[in-house]
């Protein structure tokens, strides 16, 4: 029987004895109502919910209310091609070969309206497949207090202005539950279900609000979540409460964040790893109860999908450009709410993560690599050309030995492991290490080599611009800045005139000896190895990633750091310039960030 709740689609059409035999049959979040390679025995109509249609750990499709659901196989009597697993609290009609006979027979138009059913949903599949899936948005969250303690007052009524600024919000608590259906409502029953399902129909985004203390209704609660949004108060650590529990075992890692409100704001935020060790999550957010207007609006955007990151690429001495280009965003009122990058980008961004101002940033890059002379002192070439000694002491004095994750903004740097053959993402442990191991230039440094056993290099190797990676921790749009040298040269030099060792040590005890052939040296040849196969990578950007190109210097080579002011100011100038032809000329990803940042007009 339908209800004030039952969705369009397909039971618009849908009439008549046949239907009404049909019984409503409640899922449970995360059961498993279709297996993959199983017999199709019965297709579903969802009644009220949201399933996700998934193969090999890959999300495929989301179906929601007035759905079919397994009517491919069903129809052409084949095996079952995926898994669907609820992703609420749902209902749904089963129905098997003699039901859809009768319907047929019963409802005019009923196999027609079943191809326009198919066909929008292939096309909408189609739409989707892309070279690089980034992080699906999210609608519905479920803010769940941790360890039992209660939130403060004015944490949802702040939040909930927060996402309003860019979205409609529908807040659901308990007392609205219960306004809405009954003081003795029971949450799991199929009428509440359809009714928390419901709530989604009326505003782009559902924050439910769970109690302190474990019950029916925050179980309810959380499983309507696309995203558990577990709330902390970081001074006073507390293992995870029962509730807690409950939605780290429903909730898989990359569904769950962490936001630790800390009293007043701080440059960083001392025992967050703790936290993250008793709650593992994909993000974790930094939250201050005064004065911090900013936090909470930076929060905003990132459940709103609306977070602005700055992915800083890999680049030698010209990566100061960064900075220039920070400084561009600062003044034109584009916030930076996550940074990472790779090399000399995991530097720069790790700089910006500190918090220290733009135009201090290009003083502390002279200490640590020119006045250091880090990038000069020569060893016996058994690990790698350069002393690590030198320049590991210079990271620690100017970043320091406390964990990323106690940065007040979200960072990463990005390595290639060579024990493993893959790319790291580094999002915790000491920040200079983090800086050191992605910026391992192989043969230039040795490798990092971290506690576990990881044989870290130059993230450069594998990912020189890591943009994919911001797409898989946030939606919204990113500041891609790109100072990597442009390698398209042809090289011509005279093959057989290249020295010998004999020639370069004359060469080199005899400034007066006949200068040999133009040739990059190791330095250069090993950076451009590093971009070798990276050519295309710029078809994976998002619609609303914006890439800035800072132009270089004619004849600066990667190593050229006592030439990082004129780096930061080109880069400053160009920042300015391409930012403003893009707003007159109304570009897209432009009105992306002015939109984040609340400047629209």
């Known amino acids: 029987m339908q209800s004030d709740f039952a969705p369009e689609g397909l039971f ?67 095996a079952r091609t995926a898994d669907v697993v609820a992703a609420r609290d749902s209902i749904v009609y089963r129905i098997d070969r003699p039901t859809y006979d009768a319907l047929c027979a ?52 702040d939040l909930t202005r927060a996402i309003e600024a860019h979205h409609s919000v529908t807040l659901v608590t308990e ?16 009428d509440s279900i359809a009714w928390l399902n419901a709530q989604e129909q009326g505003a782009q985004i559902v924050l439910f609000v769970a109690n302190a203390t474990d019950g029916d209704w925050s179980r309810a609660a959380l499983k309507q979540a696309d995203q558990a949004v577990i709330v902390a108060q970081a001074i006073n650590y507390q293992e995870p409460s029962a509730l807690e529990a409950f939605a780290l075992r429903i909730l898989p890692e990359s569904q769950r964040r962490l936001v630790l409100l800390h009293p007043h704001r701080m440059q960083k935020a001392p025992g967050t790893g703790r936290w993250l060790d008793t709650r593992p ?55 930076v709410d996550i940074v990472g990058g790779t090399s000399v980008g995991s530097a720069m961004g790790g700089a910006i993560a500190l918090g220290v101002p733009a135009e201090e940033i290009g003083p502390r890059v002279e200490e640590i690599f020119v006045r250091s002379g880090a990038m000069r002192k020569i060893t016996v070439p058994k ?55 992605s ?48 390698t398209e040269k042809t090289m011509h030099v005279d093959y057989p005139s290249l020295p010998g060792r004999g020639q370069l040590l004359r060469q080199t005890v005899n400034p007066f000896a006949k200068p040999g052939a ?36 004619t004849g600066a080579g990667f190593l050229a750091w006592g030439q990082h002011k004129l780096f930061y100011e080109m880069a400053y100038k160009h920042a300015m310039e391409d930012f403003a032809a893009r707003e007159a000329a109304g570009d897209a990803q432009m009105a992306a960030l002015r939109a984040a940042a609340g400047l629209t007009t």
């Open 12 to 78: 618009s059409i849908l009439q008549g004895p046949a239907f009404a035999r049909l019984s409503q049959t409640p899922v449970e979040r995360g059961h498993k109502l279709i297996a993959a390679g199983t017999d199709a025995e019965a297709m579903y109509l969802v009644f009220s919910g949201r399933f996700r249609v998934e193969r090999d750990g890959v999300d495929l499709a989301e179906i929601g209310a007035g759905s079919v659901i397994g009517e491919i196989a069903f129809l052409t009597g084949s």
């Open 106 to 157: 019963e409802v005019e138009g009923l196999p027609q309206a079943m191809a326009a059913e198919l066909a929008g949903r292939l096309a909408a599949t189609s739409a989707r497949v892309t070279p690089d899936p980034s992080r699906p948005p999210a609608r519905t969250f479920c803010i769940l207090p941790a360890a039992n303690a209660p939130l403060p007052e004015r944490f949802i009524p």
């Open 175 to 190: 007392t609205a539950f219960k306004q809405a259906l009954g003081e003795r409502a029971d949450p799991t029953a199929p």
């Open 281 to 335: 999550v994909f993000l974790h957010h930094h939250v201050a109860l005064t004065g911090g207007d900013a936090d909470i609006a930076r929060l905003g955007r990132f459940l709103s999908g609306r977070a602005v990151g700055m992915v800083l690429s890999g680049g030698g001495a010209f990566g100061v450009a960064h900075v220039g280009v920070y400084r561009a965003m600062n003044e034109l009122g584009l916030p």
């Open 383 to 437: 690990f790698a050309f350069l002393d690590h000694k030198v320049l590991d002491a210079a990271l620690v004095e100017h970043f320091g030995e406390e964990p990323i994750e106690d940065l007040w903004l979200p960072y990463y740097a990005v390595a290639a492991d060579l024990s493993e053959m893959e790319k790291v993402t580094i999002t915790r442990g000491p920040l200079w290490e983090a800086i050191r191991a």
């Open 439 to 486: 910026s391992a230039i192989p043969g230039v440094l040795p490798p990092f080599f971290t506690r576990e056993g990881k044989m870290l290099v130059d993230g450069g190797c594998i990912d020189n611009m890591p943009f994919r990676t911001m797409h898989r921790l946030k939606t919204g749009p990113n500041v891609v800045v790109n100072v990597q040298k442009s």
């Open 518 to 553: 133009r040739v990059p040296g190791v330095i250069s040849t090993v950076m451009r190895s590093l971009l070798v196969g990276q050519s295309d990578m710029m078809t994976a950007l998002n619609p609303s990633d914006l890439m800035i190109r800072p132009p270089g210097l």
